[in-house]
């Protein structure tokens, strides 16, 4: 798949308010700071297209794209931040369900895991809480740049081994790097095969 035209829409602080479900949609959720933005800006090749921060918790709304006129690209608040108050933290958690559960034209959830660390409880919550709600997602590794060849290869067949032991059927997964624009090509191909599916 090639991206002509990724433009933002619009900024939405309940599911109420998000555009109409009119068009394929793709979420990208992840804990704070995982490079969700950096993401977007890398598979759309619009340089700054979705807002990149250093702080933590820089996405606050659920944040839509129109890619090629065809599909939604969504950038959702990052969980796991510790400085919010535990109200902006609640109220995070009922825009995330809220979505999840009404947006009958999401087609796949990629929930974004920073290929450097072990297992996170709160990654493995969200997956857990996605499954129940019998939503498709599919695991995208971040940064993978920031690892050597051997140590990259390590750490991703050692989460794999994790699902394979915690799953029946464990989730598909990309490896990808915003700085090298790895893994850009199979995870277009992927949401392609989804739209044609």
Request: glycine share 6%.
């Amino acid at each position: 798949m090639k991206i002509i035209s990724a433009v933002f829409l619009k900024s939405s602080a309940l599911a109420a308010q998000c555009p109409p479900t009119n068009l394929p949609e793709f979420a990208f959720i992840g804990r704070s700071n995982v490079g969700k933005s950096s993401l977007i800006n890398m598979i759309t090749g619009v340089k700054g297209l979705a807002k990149t921060s250093g702080t933590p918790g820089k996405t606050r709304l659920i944040n839509h794209y129109v890619i090629n006129n065809e599909w939604y690209l969504v950038d959702l608040p990052g969980y796991g931040y510790a400085r919010i108050s535990k109200k902006i933290r609640k109220d995070w958690e009922k825009m995330i369900q809220g979505y999840l559960k009404t947006r009958t034209n999401l087609k796949c959830i990629f929930i974004l895991v920073d290929i450097r660390l072990a297992p996170q409880p709160n990654d493995l919550k969200m997956m857990e809480r996605i499954a129940d709600q019998e939503r498709p997602f599919v695991i995208i590794f971040t940064k993978a740049d920031k690892l050597n060849k051997n140590d990259l290869a390590e750490n991703v067949q050692a989460y794999r081994n994790f699902l394979e032991h915690e799953w029946e059927v464990p989730p598909v997964n990309i490896v990808t790097s915003s700085a090298t624009t790895f893994g850009k090509d199979e995870l277009l191909t992927f949401i392609k095969q989804i739209m044609n599916s």
